[in-house]
């Protein structure tokens, strides 16, 4: 049995847009996905809400996705494939970083997994990067005061091209959220039940074809 490891924040801990509520297991896209491999590989859902890539936040403490991975890695290890979609967080308004940036942040993630030695016999496991869900319409939410900044839809769209051209460089697998789900327009920041159920497919797809 192969061992998938999730690694991201809300969208990947499932918050539902209309109450931010954790969505129940199976409406969820890690939990759907491990409904779509059963019998291929189990999947472990490492989502926490406001999980950043490198940065220490201020204000929501023990947030730090580089702090973290590394005991995650290991507890879970040996790992077939490690999924990472994170990047989101670093829009909020007090990080206030360039797409580039947050790139720079992904790419100290990548670079811990690929010398963790948490696959098979101590060697790397395989990555799929993500990049994040679109967001939509911040300002017209309850998160504006913490997301909306007037260029933020403009610096995520640049993110795409930027994983990608990381995930090529390192020789990892990659795929864009935005092409397979959207934002709750509630919120402009998370995806709802049938988005979750789209991505899930997706990545299943995906992950068939690296396991």
Known sequence: MKTVLCFGD???WGVNPVDESRLEFEKRWTGILTEELRGEARVIEEGQCGRT????DP?????NGLDYLMPCLDSHRPIDVVVVMLGTVQLKG???QSAADITLG???ILQAI???GCGADGKAPRVLLISPIRIGRVEDSHLASTFFLGNNRERQAEMKPLYSALAARYGVEFMAAEDHAATSPL???HIDVASHRTFALAVAEKLRQML
């Open 187 to 189: 919120d402009g920041i």
């Open 53 to 56: 890539t490198v940065c220490d």
């Open 10 to 12: 809300t969208n990947t």
């Open 106 to 108: 992904v790419e100290r």
């Open 59 to 63: 204000v929501d403490l023990y947030k």
């Open 94 to 96: 007090r990080f206030n």
């Open 114 to 116: 690929l010398h963790s």
